[in-house]
């Protein structure tokens, strides 16, 4: 059977150009990693004047129709028949809270949301966990979290979610902004603000309805105001089922003060895998996205299996590469920990 993707608009004009064929490289992923292999013949096609990503498959399942609502790249998903109709499907989602709460906040240096599900994804289908998702929730860790877009996608569907971040900057506005959402939202929740070792923290639980609150199904996001190696201090060693993260891309970034801290990525990607590694569980994957012009795949795929991660190195794992701007040629590898640390 056929089947075939309306790629979401995407807010940003630079990454919609790259979008066809990002849609393609992740629905290639899902498809060897999640479903068995189950997807194939994966194609752009213009139907009445408009773009799709279409493939073909078996009849879907609970597991292939709920993943594929959920890649980042669909829009809507239809049947596609021989005469070209298209059957629009439900679609699955996961997704347990608004979606402003990753779309709405605005600022110099956000990592596109778009984007950001698309490294999620990719992450945990790299995982061993990624059917253990719809039971319980997994706990996700952005080691340079900047103002949350990674840790508002893992509360989206359902993770509890943590943050480290050097820019006090950034720490102040997730604080204020995660607290005035839950009260717009109208959701039952408690924010705490404290410290841990020496750093600012913030810890929010909230319940996706009344219900599940006073039934103590909460999802926690935690925040902490340090140096991503402070979470070796911070965090139980295997804490964390994943690790998600877009790294500093090395060029000054608008008003965006934190990349001017580190110039120099792969020398903090360098200090850093070392203890992101110890945090993560047996089972868990690790993402991250850089800019490829000023650190190489080879030298970060080289730094991972130093520190006994098992790369993800597949054709479509490959076919992540895209351009952000002149100075940005945005890429991402996801690696496995297969053993202990
Ligand atoms: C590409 S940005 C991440 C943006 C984030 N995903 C968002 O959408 O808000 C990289 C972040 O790494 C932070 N950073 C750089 N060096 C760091 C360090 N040593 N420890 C913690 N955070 C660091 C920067 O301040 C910046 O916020």
Known sequence: MRYAILVSPSTNRVYAQSASALAMAELQVISTDVLGGALSDMQEQTLGSVRYVTFSAPALDELAHSWLSNLAATFALFGLDDAGKLTPLDLRRWDQLDSDLVSIQKYAGKTNEAFTKLLFNVTLAASAFALEKERRALAVLDPLCGRGTTLNQA???????????????????????????????????????????????????????????????????????????????????????????????????????????????????????????????????????????????????????????????????????????????????????????
Request: charged share 25%; glycine share 6%.
């Open 155 to 341: 509360l989206m569907y359902g993770c509890h979610a943590t943050g480290v971040e050097i820019d006090k900057k950034d720490f102040e506005a997730y604080s204020l902004f995660i607290q005035r959402w839950v009260k717009d939202k109208r959701l039952k929740h408690s924010a705490v603000t404290g410290h841990v070792k020496g750093h600012s923290k913030l810890d929010v639980e909230l319940g996706t309805s009344k219900e599940r609150y006073k039934a103590g199904e909460t999802l926690r996001v935690t925040y902490v105001s340090a140096d991503t190696h402070a979470v070796a201090d911070v965090f139980q060693p295997r804490s964390f089922d994943l690790i998600v993260t877009d790294a500093p891309y090395g060029v000054q970034h608008g008003a965006q003060s934190g990349d001017a801290i580190s110039r120099k990525p792969l020398e903090l990607l360098a200090s850093a895998i070392p203890v992101w590694r110890a945090a993560l569980r047996p089972g868990g994957a690790i993402g991250i996205s850089w800019n490829n012009l000023v650190a190489r795949r080879e030298k970060l795929a080289q730094l991972m299996t130093e520190n006994g991660l098992e790369v993800c190195d597949s054709p479509a794992h490959r076919s992540f590469e895209h351009r952000v701007d002149h100075s940005i040629q945005r890429d991402l590898i996801v690696a496995r920990a297969v053993t202990s640390p």
